[in-house]
């Protein structure tokens, strides 16, 4: 919960994904005008991009560096490491 994440005025990929779900529920349903329902499909494309971008840098994040055998640095996911397999 206390992560030091930013407080800017991106949304969490949580609240994004609620605030999404409402705007096309109300598109959806034709809820308001069609000044309104503009506006709702604006805001949807920027939280879609948004959300995007957030899922990118939180994959990686789960990334890890590991030099192989033959000195060659790959990325893998975190906590596949040779423990799992048996390595070396």
Same mark, same amino acid.
């Given at each position: ?7 800017? *005025? ?22 308001? %005008?069609?000044? /309104?329902?503009?506006? %709702? ?11 995007? *971008? ?8 789960? /990334? ?15 906590? %596949?490491?040779?423990?799992? *397999?048996?390595?070396?």
């Amino acid at each position: 919960m206390g992560k030091s994440e930013p407080a800017s *005025d991106a949304p969490t990929v949580e609240m994004a994904l609620e605030e999404l779900e409402r705007l096309v529920g109300r598109l959806e349903h034709g809820e308001g %005008d069609l000044e /309104q329902a503009l506006g %709702d499909f604006e805001r949807g494309v920027h939280l879609v991009r948004a959300c995007a *971008d957030m899922l990118t840098k939180m994959e990686l994040r789960v /990334q890890q560096l590991v030099v192989t055998e033959d000195g060659e640095i790959v990325t893998e996911p975190f906590g %596949d490491d040779a423990g799992e *397999d048996g390595g070396q």
